[in-house]
């Protein structure tokens, strides 16, 4: 009878350092796997233009717990005790030529030349953009300038082809076309599986000590 159990001791112990050595090597992976994205993707995004003229980024999420990505230095936790996402992303600002047109500002020389008036002042609204400054003999003054933007982000998952399955997104909204990304970095975090979460072993477990019992 001792013999017995002492088997069904060594079957548990056997079967609990199968499935942590499994745990390990699917752990080990999926590491690899999301680092080489983390390598892959945060180089490149995807960007399209819908039909109200925003500009949509989207690029894959790179998945890992939150340990592993202290570890290799790709989170910043700051005042955070605890994450679920981190995205950086890199902007820079384009305006292209804007034209603002001269009312009263200009005197015509006899010799046919025309020269602005000074100082003046100019001003520019629009949707995205809005622009006051003057100018004077000297110098010319940007009293202020407003880059106006509406930013929206979105997590989830998209479809990337029949029969395949579902992948993690982020997409990145901007309705101000004179904003241009030039990186995005995302991070999203989630919890380190333990060995004690898995089912299968559980039910392993159980009927390990339902042979005991019996």
């Not at 699917?26 to 892959?40: E, H, I, P």
């Not at 790709?74 to 804007?98: A, C, G, M, R, W």
């Not at 995302?186 to 339902?210: A, H, P, S, W």
């Amino acid at each position: 009878m001792k013999a017995k159990y002492i088997t069904y001791l060594l079957i548990m112990v056997v079967v609990f350092l199968s499935f942590t050595l499994i745990g390990n090597s699917k752990d080990a992976n999926r590491f690899k796997s999301q680092m080489y994205k983390y390598k892959l993707e945060n180089k490149e995004f995807k960007e399209d233009i819908d039909e109200k003229g925003d500009k949509i980024l989207s690029q894959e999420q790179v998945i890992l717990t939150q340990k592993e990505a202290i570890r290799t230095g790709l989170v910043e936790l700051d005042n955070f005790k605890k994450l679920s996402n981190q995205i950086k992303i890199v902007t820079d600002i384009k305006i292209d030529t804007i034209v603002i047109t001269n009312h009263d500002t200009l005197v015509t020389y006899v010799n046919g030349f025309n020269y602005l008036k000074l100082p003046v002042h100019y001003a520019y609204n629009s949707e995205f953009l809005n622009l006051d400054v003057d100018i004077s003999v000297d110098h010319l003054s940007l009293n202020s300038i407003n880059i106006l933007n509406e930013s929206k982000i979105s997590l989830g998952y998209k479809k990337q082809g029949l029969f395949k399955p579902l992948i993690p997104v982020i997409e990145i909204t901007n309705s101000n076309p004179y904003i241009k990304t030039n990186s995005i970095q995302n991070i999203t975090i989630v919890e380190e599986r333990r060995l004690i979460d898995d089912k299968k072993f559980l039910i392993g477990i159980g009927m390990l000590f339902g042979l005991l019992i019996n």
